[in-house]
């Protein structure tokens, strides 16, 4: 059975530094891209940043570019998020998702997510 | 950036109803588009990939459809567990976007 299951949420004050984490289990982790998403309080859906399976392609949200750093140990299979220079409108509930790894005519496409933890919530203020 | 648009925003039926849920994308997405069902307090949950796609263990009674820029999730007859809000989503172009939600309450 996939499980995702996320920590190091909490209370920060704008300006500070946080580190989110997603121990993975159920799947060969080193297969498959993985992504966080947050979820603002009474909010949509936000995509934040996308790591592959090698861990050697990033990609962020021009909301998050040059302040978070996504990462993944993939012997501990253990995704990561480091989060700096927080700001108010950081505050959210921060979900990571398994990638459903879909490929069809010798094209794979990411960004499909089969498998969500149960989310941390990260709360940015003074 | 590809904005979703969905509509309605809010939705109140009846346990047995036909439920459908658009979503119109900025600009053509292909078929790469998906639909999540997410309860109050829960992660989203997969329903649909690639427009029409029935991810493994959803029921047959939702469906989706759709390409280009219009796209619809249809419930054929909506349960209890089906009360949720419903969040469409592109990977045709960086970045993914959501859309806004619909919120499908009890009548």
């Known amino acids: 059975e996939v499980q995702l299951l996320e920590s190091g949420g909490g209370l920060v004050q704008p300006g500070g530094s946080l580190r989110l984490s997603c121990a993975a289990s159920?799947?060969?982790?080193?297969?498959?891209?993985m992504s966080w998403v947050r979820q603002a309080p009474g909010k949509g859906l936000e995509w934040v940043s996308a790591i592959s399976g090698s861990g050697g392609s990033t990609y962020y949200a021009d909301s998050v570019k040059g302040r978070f750093t996504i990462s993944r140990d993939n012997s501990k299979n253990t995704l990561y998020l480091q989060m700096n220079s927080l700001r108010a409108e950081d505050t959210a509930v921060y979900y990571c998702a398994k990638d459903l790894g879909y490929c069809t005519g010798g094209v794979c496409y990411t960004y499909y997510f089969d498998y969500w933890g149960q989310g941390t919530l990260v709360t940015v203020s003074s | 950036d590809i904005q979703l648009t969905q509509s309605p925003s809010f939705l109140s039926a009846s346990v047995g109803d036909r439920v459908t849920i658009t979503c119109r994308a900025s600009?053509?997405?292909?078929?790469?588009l998906a639909w999540y069902q997410q309860k109050p307090g829960k992660a989203p949950k997969l329903l649909i990939y690639?427009?029409?796609t029935l991810q493994s263990g959803v029921p047959s009674r939702f469906s989706g459809s759709g390409s280009g820029t219009e796209f619809t999730l249809t419930i054929s007859s909506l349960q209890p567990e089906d009360f949720a809000t419903y969040y469409c989503q592109q990977l045709n172009s960086y970045p993914p976007t959501f859309g806004q939600g619909t919120k499908v309450e009890i009548k």
């Open positions: 600009q053509g997405i292909s078929s790469y």
């Open positions: 690639a427009a029409s």
């Open positions: 159920g799947f060969t982790f080193s297969s498959y891209a």
